[in-house]
């Protein structure tokens, strides 16, 4: 790519006791705290200037906090619906979408927004470090970052469950600079996370931090940033299905920045999350009006997990209670936990593909059929201006017009895994 950009001006905050400090590299976590909270990213430029579009996704690097520009990436597009919106009986509903959708001017390889954080991730990273980047993943993530480190030549160690390698295809050979690991069949994305916790202990190793990391949740933030620059105001609703919730602490903080900036309004968006019946540990500790996440039996959390359709959903132990975690981020800015099992889902996906045109992930599935729930049930206004984010889409297209290629582990992990063997085996894989 020939457009350049200087490295973002920024400094981190603890959302727990605002204290400030700079960025020494890969900062987590604030120095010196001990309460679990998040890290925010404070940026030197408090009114967003776009860069256009042959930056993509850094078009906003304003507010990423970026060293470079990687090649490939595509912004989300926002559009103002008509065929569901009015099938809806919605004046005021916006998509935003993430994915295969050439008509619409974005070709993301993966299909999912995913890409949006593996953009901002890696290039949060230093261009000559010595160290191998972690990430754990139920598969959408794991294919991002695959297909980013590959295209870029950085080094990554991927930490998936066995079931779901399905979701690492790619339409090239992803470069040996990747390395696959999986959890052997019947287990889930938390024991994926485990094999990724075992190797950030190595000193080749440097974990991506999930929602820690703060250009994870700005990468995903910009789905926000791309519906508020194209509407010209903040929305009044975010709808968005949730695993982790970190789409949806991005979208409060984006929200956060851009009353900041001046020019949109001062609204919180409501934060309408949705889960995946019958796995929806979120929905019982929203209901519970718990911060702490409730007990939930990993026999039967497994079980839950294979009857989803929507596997990415599948966190058992998301970012919801910490100091500036999901739990804060909808008591800030209001909203609910929503529900859709497998067939209203299937149903919502046939219905977008249908009137939009396109079809989508079981993911943004689910999303899209809590909006449909939520007008038949009349608890939306006609006039409320709507935002649906459809985190992923264009991959039924995507694969039929390209040649497929999977990635293939390199070691395959038991469930409960020896930590030694494991550090052994992984020492030896790069």
């Known amino acids: 790519m020939s457009v350049q950009i200087q490295p973002t001006n920024y400094q981190l905050q603890s959302v727990a006791t605002q204290q400030i400090f700079d960025d020494s590299g890969w900062l987590l976590d604030a120095p010196g705290e001990k309460l679990p909270g998040l890290i925010r990213a404070l940026y030197e430029k408090k009114q967003l200037n776009l860069h256009g579009l042959d930056y993509g996704i850094y078009t906003f690097a304003d507010w990423l906090p970026v060293q470079r520009i990687l090649k490939g990436s595509f912004a989300p597009v926002t559009y103002k619906s008509k065929g569901l919106a009015n099938y809806l009986g919605l004046t005021n509903l ?17 299909c999912s927004f995913k890409e949006t954080e593996s953009y901002s991730v890696c290039a949060r990273m230093e261009e000559n470090t010595d160290k191998i980047l972690v990430v754990a993943s139920a598969g959408n993530t794991a294919r991002a970052f695959a297909r980013v480190c590959s295209d870029n030549n950085i080094p990554l160690l991927l930490c998936v469950p066995e079931d779901n390698l399905n979701a690492l295809w790619f339409d090239e050979p992803i470069k040996d600079c990747v390395k696959l690991v999986v959890s052997k069949s019947g287990g889930d994305y938390f024991d994926a996370i485990h094999l990724s916790n075992i190797a950030s202990t190595m000193d080749q190793f440097i974990a991506e931090g999930g929602a820690k990391n703060v250009a994870r949740r700005d990468g995903m933030g910009t789905t926000v940033l791309s519906a ?4 010209g105001k903040i929305p009044d609703y975010y709808f968005q299905a949730v695993g982790s919730g970190t789409g949806a602490i991005a979208a409060w903080e ?9 020019r949109f309004g001062s609204n919180k968006m409501k934060l309408m999350v949705s889960q995946n019946v019958p796995f929806h540990p979120i929905y019982n500790a929203w209901k519970a009006v718990s911060r702490a996440m409730l007990p939930y039996d990993d026999v039967l959390a497994r079980q839950h997990v294979e009857e989803i359709d929507a596997k990415v959903l599948s966190n ?7 100091i500036g975690g999901l739990y804060d981020a909808m008591k800030d800015a209001g909203g609910d936990v929503l529900l859709a099992d497998n067939a209203a889902a299937r149903e919502a996906a046939q219905l977008f593909k249908k009137l939009e045109g396109n079809d989508i992930h079981p993911a943004a599935a689910i999303a899209t059929a809590t909006l449909i729930q939520q007008v038949k049930e009349n608890r939306l ?10 985190t992923g889409g264009g991959e039924e297209r995507f694969q039929q017009t390209h040649q497929l290629y999977y990635l293939k582990p390199s070691l395959i992990f038991d469930i409960d895994p020896d930590e030694e063997e494991v550090k052994e085996k992984l020492e030896r894989l790069f």
């Open 254 to 262: 984006a929200n956060l920045r851009l009353i900041a900036d001046g």
């Open 94 to 110: 916006y998509i935003t979408f993430s994915g295969y959708w050439p008509e619409k001017g974005i070709e993301m390889k993966t």
């Open 228 to 231: 508020v620059t194209t509407i």
């Open 381 to 390: 206004d006609k006039d409320a201006l709507v935002m649906l984010n459809i």
């Open 316 to 322: 058992r132990k998301p970012p919801y209670s910490l």
